[in-house]
């Protein structure tokens, strides 16, 4: 393009000055300006067209560069946004952890009240525990002797009661019953002494055959084998739930020992 618009120039130029009639050195000099003058407005024109295509260029990059940087900074600010409510949450759970740490703090201070009383009380256990173990020391050494003298003792009963039971006459006492000699007729087998144990439970209740003994004055083996005597006699029962059995009078006995008491003091009455 800038080739054709100089030969049209040239052209031109060269018409004019033809017409003129200007000489031939005048004329290539003036076409040697006019060349340049070409050369340098199609210089000219090419650098304006390079600089617009770069400022397009470059303003279609800058509205690139705009657009993306709008879309950072509207990330950012969704970003920031998000970051300030998470600030608010943690801010939040803070404020409530502050107030539960007080709580705690209370609590704690609490429990550790609680167990320096714990500590005072458990203190005061130990000496007690000491107190009772030394106690107990005594206790058991106590306990040793007895079980010591309970030995010896049963070694001298069972010393005793071998002697008992060899065979050995025992008078047998004398022993005045409540009921006199005239007596019921199933009464009429039974000896004073027996006669006296009947009386004795029917009057006070069940008792044992130690219990017994004290009252008709004989050996803890002979009053046993007498009480077995009237049980298996029928005179009595035996509870034997607990050792020592205890012997109780039949109600029949006891109406019999009634009545015999009753014949008895009509008796004595008409006898004085």
Request: hydrophobic content about 40%; proline content about 3%.
């Amino acid at each position: 393009m800038l080739y054709a618009m100089t030969v049209m120039c040239d052209a031109t130029w060269c018409a004019t000055y033809y017409h003129s009639g200007i000489t031939g050195e005048r004329f290539l000099m003036i076409d040697f300006v006019l060349i340049v003058s070409g050369v340098l407005l199609g210089m000219t024109i090419t650098i304006t067209v390079g600089i617009l295509r770069k400022l397009k260029r470059a303003g279609e990059e800058y509205q690139k560069a705009k657009d993306a940087f709008s879309d950072i900074i509207l990330s950012f600010d969704k970003q920031l946004e998000r970051e300030s409510k998470r600030l608010e949450l943690v801010a939040y759970k803070l404020e409530a952890s502050s107030s539960r740490n007080g709580m705690v703090s209370t609590k704690v201070s609490q429990i550790e009240k609680d167990l320096v009383s714990l500590k005072s009380k458990i203190d005061d256990a130990l000496v007690y525990k000491e107190q009772a173990v030394t106690s107990l020391s005594d206790l058991d050494k106590k306990l040793r002797d007895i079980v010591a003298s309970q030995e010896s003792v049963s070694a001298k009963v069972a010393e005793i009661e071998s002697k008992i039971s060899k065979p050995m006459h025992v008078p047998e006492p004398k022993i005045d019953a409540v009921i006199p000699i005239r007596r019921d007729r199933a009464l009429s087998p039974l000896t004073e002494t027996e006669l006296a144990a009947l009386e004795y439970l029917a009057s006070e209740g069940p008792k044992t055959a130690p219990e017994i003994r004290w009252k008709i004055r004989l050996s803890r083996e002979h009053t046993a084998r007498l009480m077995k005597k009237l049980y298996e006699a029928g005179y009595l029962e035996r509870d034997q739930s607990k050792i020592p059995f205890k012997y109780s009078a039949k109600k029949e006995l006891e109406k019999v020992l009634k009545k015999t008491s009753d014949n008895t003091a009509v008796t004595s009455k008409d006898n004085a």
